[in-house]
C-alpha cells in the first residue's frame, strides 16, 4: 500500500514558513558561498601569477649569462628556450617536465605575445604555465606551477563552506519554526476558542467565550480584538434574537388570552340570546347589546394588533401618511372628545401654534391613548393637562395627571405590549394592554421619543417629535 502524501497545501501554515524560510536562506547561502569561493579562487590564481611572473624576472640575468634557471621552487617546471632563425630550440635544465608538448606549444605563442595558460601535464597534474621572452628575440622562459595546493585551498574552503551553511540552515529552519509556533500561539488560541464554541449549543444561551492573553505582534493584537468583538456581537445578536422569542412568544400567549375572553363572552351571549328568543322574549335586546360590545371589544383589540404589525413592517409597509399640520388644533379635537367622553376628570387644555408634518390620524390616536390612560388609571376628580409646545425645532407634548402614579418597578414595562400595571382593575375596565405600546411605536414611527416620569400626585408622559421629516 503506497503512502499517503499530504499535499504541500495542506500542511500547517508554521512548517509551510519554517521551509519556505528554509528554501530562502539556503537560496542566499548558496549564491554567498558561489561569490566567497569565486573570490578565492581569483585571489589565488592572481597571487600565483603574481609570483610566476616575479620568478620569471629574477632569472633574466642568470639565462641571459648562462642560458639556465637554477633558483626554483622544488614542485616546479621551467624550461628555457633559445630563439634561432625565428624558432624557440629547448635547452637542457634540471627541472624540466617528462613531456614538454605543452611547454613547445607555449613557447612558439611566446614569439609574439607573453601569455598564462592552464593545462594537465602527463603524470603530473595541473600546473599553471606562463611563457615569456626573458631576453628580447633571444631566449623564451616557459615556467610551470602546481595548482595542487591551489585547487586544495578551495575545496577546502568549500567543504567547510558547506558544511557550516548546511548546520546554520538546520539551526534557521528549527530555530525559525519554533519562534514561528511560539508567534502563532494566539492563532491557535483562537482556533481553539472557535472549536470550543463550536461545540456548544447556543439556542439557549449566551455566548461568553473570549480570547484572552497578549503578545504576538501588532498584527495578531488587531486580530484578537476584532475576533472578541466579532464574539461580542454574535453574543449580543444572540441575546437580542433570546428576547426577541421571549417577546414573541410571551405576545402569542397574551394576544392568544385576549382574544379568547372576548370570544367566551361572545359565546356564551349567544347562547343567552339563543335561550331568551325562545324563552323570554324581552331579554333578547339586552343579550344582543351585550354581544355587539364584544365584538367592538375584540375589533378594537385586532385593529391594535393590526397597527402594531404594520409599525413593525414599516420598511415593507410604510403606515404613516404624513401632511403639514397644525398640532393644537389635533389637540383640541382630542380634547373635546376626552370633556365629552369622561366628565368625571377636569381636562387643562395649554396648546401653541406648532406646525409640523406628521400623519394627523395618528397623532390624534396617540393623544386619545394617553388621556383615556389617565382616566382609566386614575380616580375621578383627579386633574388632567394637555400641553402643546414648540422647542428647537421639536414639538413637544406632555401628558399629565395628578392621580396616585405608576410604581417605580412597572415604570420600565410600562410600554410592553399586553403589560398591565393592575392587571385585575384593568380588565374590569376594558383594557388590553396595548394602548402604551401603540403610543410608544406611533411616536417612534414619527422619529420622535417619549418618557415617563412619575411619583404619586404626578405623572407626566412626555412625548417629542420631530416638526419636519427628513
Known amino acids: 500500500m503506497r503512502p499517503v502524501i499530504t499535499p504541500v497545501s495542506e500542511w500547517r501554515l508554521g512548517t509551510r514558513l519554517a521551509l519556505g524560510l528554509g528554501a530562502l536562506a539556503l537560496t542566499v547561502f548558496v549564491i554567498v558561498g558561489w561569490v566567497m569561493v569565486a573570490s578565492m579562487q581569483t585571489f589565488l590564481d592572481r597571487r600565483l601569477d603574481d609570483q610566476m611572473v616575479i620568478s620569471q624576472t629574477s632569472a633574466v640575468k642568470e639565462i641571459a649569462y648562462y642560458g639556465k634557471v637554477s633558483k ?38 611566446a614569439l609574439s605575445t607573453d601569455g598564462f595558460q592552464t593545462e594537465y601535464l602527463r603524470d603530473e597534474g595541473k600546473f599553471r604555465l606562463r611563457a615569456c621572452q626573458v631576453v628580447k628575440n633571444q631566449y623564451i622562459l616557459v615556467s610551470a606551477a602546481p595548482m595542487q595546493d591551489r585547487d ?93 422569542e421571549q417577546r414573541l412568544r410571551r405576545f402569542i400567549a397574551d394576544a392568544s388570552h385576549e382574544l379568547r375572553t372576548p370570544l367566551t363572552s361572545l359565546r356564551g351571549y349567544a347562547d343567552l340570546f339563543k335561550y331568551a328568543a325562545a324563552n323570554e322574549p324581552g331579554e333578547r335586546e339586552k343579550h344582543l347589546e351585550k354581544l355587539r360590545s364584544e365584538a367592538a371589544r375584540m375589533s ?41 367622553a369622561r366628565p368625571s376628570h377636569a381636562l387643562e387644555l395649554d396648546a401653541d401654534t406648532v406646525t409640523m408634518t406628521a400623519d394627523a390620524t395618528r397623532l390624534r390616536q396617540v393623544l386619545d391613548n394617553l388621556l ?20 428647537d425645532g421639536w414639538a413637544v407634548v406632555r401628558v399629565s395627571d395628578t ?27 376594558g383594557g388590553s394592554g396595548l394602548g402604551l405600546a401603540v403610543v410608544r411605536s406611533l411616536v417612534e414611527a414619527h422619529g420622535g421619543t417619549i418618557e415617563l416620569t412619575s411619583r404619586p400626585g404626578a405623572t407626566v408622559f412626555t412625548i417629542r417629535l420631530p416638526r419636519h421629516q427628513a
Not at 383615556?372 to 422647542?391: C, F, I, Q, S, Y
Open 372 to 391: 383615556t390612560n389617565a382616566a382609566v388609571h386614575t380616580p375621578a376628580g383627579t386633574a388632567v393637562e394637555l400641553r402643546v409646545t414648540a422647542e
Open 403 to 429: 392621580g396616585p402614579g405608576i410604581p417605580e418597578a412597572d415604570q420600565a414595562r410600562i410600554f410592553d405590549r399586553f403589560y398591565r400595571v393592575d392587571d385585575s382593575r384593568t380588565r374590569q375596565r
Open 72 to 109: 626554483l621552487p622544488p614542485d616546479w617546471f621551467a624550461v628555457v628556450y633559445k630563439i634561432e632563425n625565428g624558432e624557440p630550440k629547448p635547452l637542457p635544465g634540471e627541472q624540466q617536465p617528462q613531456d614538454r608538448e605543452e611547454f613547445d606549444a607555449l613557447a612558439r605563442k
Open 152 to 244: 586544495g585551498t578551495i575545496s577546502q574552503l568549500v567543504t567547510v563552506g558547506v558544511i557550516a551553511f548546511l548546520a546554520a540552515l538546520v539551526a534557521l529552519v528549527a530555530g525559525g519554526q519554533a519562534v514561528i509556533r511560539r508567534g502563532m500561539r494566539p492563532l491557535s488560541d483562537m482556533a481553539d476558542t472557535a472549536h470550543d464554541i463550536s461545540s456548544h449549543d447556543l439556542t439557549d444561551s449566551t455566548l461568553t467565550a473570549r480570547v484572552d492573553g497578549s503578545g504576538g505582534g501588532v498584527e495578531v493584537e488587531e486580530l484578537r480584538e476584532a475576533f472578541n468583538k466579532m464574539l461580542a456581537h454574535i453574543d449580543s445578536s444572540l441575546a437580542a434574537r433570546t428576547a426577541a
Open 300 to 340: 378594537v383589540l385586532l385593529d391594535d394588533l393590526l397597527l402594531l404589525a404594520r409599525l413593525d413592517s414599516a420598511a415593507s409597509e410604510p403606515p404613516l401618511r404624513p401632511e403639514e399640520l397644525d398640532l393644537a388644533v389635533i389637540a383640541e379635537a382630542a380634547a373635546d372628545a376626552f370633556r365629552a
